[in-house]
């Protein structure tokens, strides 16, 4: 069987331990970099010598162009373009969650930083309120922000930034990592970007007391989006689970035996399709 990983870091050590376990059980397993060459889908892939699996882990525009162009000549991609790009979108996002009914915090969306100046539209709630970019991405734009003087701060740099203006969740100040690869959880707790307790103030939870409920909860969102490898991020408002954050194939690192499922899922969705 051949696998292709879509991605710029093949050394990232999910993708490196899943391609071992899938060579050692004499698999062929090759790395593509969406952004190389010009970005024509042709110039990388030949349409009649298709990889069996292919994994997207790149989240860029030409990574989406590659996965399309794939997925037209009968290719199966794991997680599909579309429901990767959605997932870039956390207007979207938030919009499909709330539908749903997935546990999110109120989500505005703006055209523009520059546009939450206005008195029209400044944060209904009050603050502190989270602003981010509209584009989830590497170095986007996460922030908190507690008045006036830090929007107006944070849109000297971010004037033109499309952006989601989400309602500031009261929390912990502990991240829980849900990642889900088909269906198996796997779990780590991190002090939290934002509102994280002073070092010392509070030991971290454990990863084996997180409810059932909560596991429930990111397996339910999977279903909602029609994701095969994904993470939820969780933060814990007075005993119940906010999601914050829903990401496609994110960076998994940590638990043990998530390259053995991601390794499984490619044998067995190659063999589906």
């Known amino acids: 069987m051949r696998v292709c990983l879509l991605t710029d870091k093949p050394d990232h050590p999910l993708l490196a331990a899943t391609s071992a376990a899938l060579v050692e059980a004499e698999h062929r397993v090759t790395f593509l970099n969406p952004d190389t060459g010009t ?9 009649d010598d298709l990889a069996d699996i292919y994994l997207l882990k790149a989240h860029t525009p030409r990574a989406l162009v590659l996965a399309r162009f794939l997925e037209a000549h009968g290719a199966r991609v794991v997680n599909s373009a579309a429901v990767t790009e959605l997932c870039q979108d956390r207007s979207r996002t ?3 969650a ?4 997935l546990p999110m915090p109120r989500t505005r969306t703006l055209d523009a930083l520059s546009d939450a100046l206005h008195a029209a539209e400044r944060p209904e709630s009050g603050y502190p309120i989270m602003v981010k970019s509209r584009h989830n991405r590497r170095a986007d734009l996460v922030a908190r922000v507690d008045g006036p003087a830090e929007l107006r701060d944070l849109a000297v740099k971010w004037s033109d930034e499309p952006v989601v203006l989400q309602e500031f969740v009261a929390n912990s100040g502990w991240d829980h990592k849900l990642w889900v690869i088909a269906g198996e959880v796997f779990a780590d707790v991190r002090p939290a970007p934002v509102g994280a307790p002073p070092d010392g103030a509070r030991s971290a939870p454990l990863v084996h007391d997180l409810p059932r409920s909560w596991t429930r909860l990111a397996l339910h969102t999977g279903e ?15 005993g119940a689970p906010v999601v914050v954050d829903i990401n496609a194939f994110p960076g998994i690192r940590g638990p043990k035996g998530a390259p053995a499922a991601l390794a499984a899922l490619a044998l067995r969705c190659s063999l589906d399709g």
């Not at 709330?98 to 009914?101: I, K, S, V």
């Open 224 to 238: 909602v989006f029609g994701l095969d490898v994904y993470g939820v991020d969780v933060l814990d408002r007075e």
């Open 39 to 47: 970005g024509s889908p042709s110039e990388l892939v030949t349409p």
């Open 94 to 96: 938030a919009a499909v």
């Open 98 to 101: 709330e539908g749903a009914g």
